[in-house]
């Protein structure tokens, strides 16, 4: 397994950007899919993007599709979400995770997940 450590959350304003990183501790980092939940108060935990091990194949979700960009540097075991338009529905608590599988990623039920960071618009 990996560890991940998720960072750049924090409060902006609508319309604004954010860049969240997720550092991961481990040599097998560059043999995981990687991706990015959040969950709001309230809500489920919500898929919003993956990328695969080499990060030559990205997915996302409707919901953040052509405002959020996913990429990893396997060199610096960084995993990022760069989060442009924002919106004030998009406030929640944003979590990465790992696994060798993308399908069990999607399903929820990765082996790795990170703490979360909050992430606050306002209107």
């Known amino acids: 397994q990996v560890q991940l450590v998720e960072s750049g959350g924090g409060l902006v304003q609508a319309r604004g950007s954010l860049r969240l990183s997720c550092a991961a501790s481990?040599?097998?980092?560059?043999?995981?899919?990687l991706a990015w939940f959040r969950q709001a108060p309230g809500k489920e935990r919500e898929f919003l993007a993956g990328?695969?091990?080499?990060?030559?194949?990205?997915y996302y979700a409707d919901s953040v599709k052509g405002r959020f960009t996913i990429s990893r540097d396997n060199a610096k075991n960084t995993l990022y979400l760069q989060m442009n338009s924002l919106k004030p529905e998009d406030t929640a608590d944003y979590y990465c995770?790992?696994?060798?599988?993308?399908?069990?990623?999607?399903?929820?039920?990765?082996?790795?997940w990170g703490q979360g960071t909050q992430v606050t618009v306002s209107s």
């Open positions: 995770t790992a696994d060798p599988d993308m399908i069990t990623i999607v399903r929820g039920d990765a082996v790795s």
């Open positions: 481990g040599r097998t980092f560059s043999s995981y899919c």
């Open positions: 990328i695969s091990w080499s990060g030559g194949s990205t």
